[in-house]
């Protein structure tokens, strides 16, 4: 099937792929400026999550103008890119903060865990009586 597709796809598309080309550019300079892993972490799950958007969006417009249909099939990608980044991302984190309490280089910058909390129970009531008795 061979269709024309006008210029009023055309541009949007154009436009959807280069804004997702300057987004995928500015996650890789921000990779590369960037000096701790944390900072490094960032750029990737924007600015990657955008540039899937655009491409997304931008599929969406091409194929519908094509078939002459509405073309949601990718609209499957960008909703397991949505929720599978946030959770790679914080699995990253974790894992590198994990790595650096154990190898104790993480000077203050690091948090100390949250196991290591004690956490008082509630108190009693005034008279030494527990409150609810």
Do not use: Y
């Not at 099937?1 to 210029?7: E, F, K, L, P, T």
């Not at 103008?65 to 949601?72: F, G, M, R």
């Not at 154990?102 to 509630?122: M, Q």
Request: glycine share 6%.
């Amino acid at each position: 099937m061979n269709v024309d597709i006008s210029a009023w796809v055309e541009w949007p598309v154009a436009v959807l792929l280069v804004l997702s080309g300057v987004f995928t550019l500015a996650a890789a300079v921000g990779v590369v400026r960037f000096k701790t892993f944390f900072q490094r972490m960032h750029p990737p799950a924007l600015a990657f999550s955008f540039s899937a958007w655009c491409v997304t969006l931008a599929s969406i417009i091409f194929f519908s103008a094509q078939d002459e249909k509405l073309t949601l099939h990718a609209w499957l990608i960008i909703i397991f890119l949505s929720l599978t980044v946030p959770v790679t991302t914080i699995l990253l984190a974790r894992t590198e903060l994990f790595r650096r309490r154990i190898a104790g280089d993480g000077g203050n910058d690091i948090p100390p865990s949250l196991i290591h909390e004690v956490v008082e129970p509630p108190r009693a009531a005034e008279g030494g009586q527990p409150q609810g008795e």
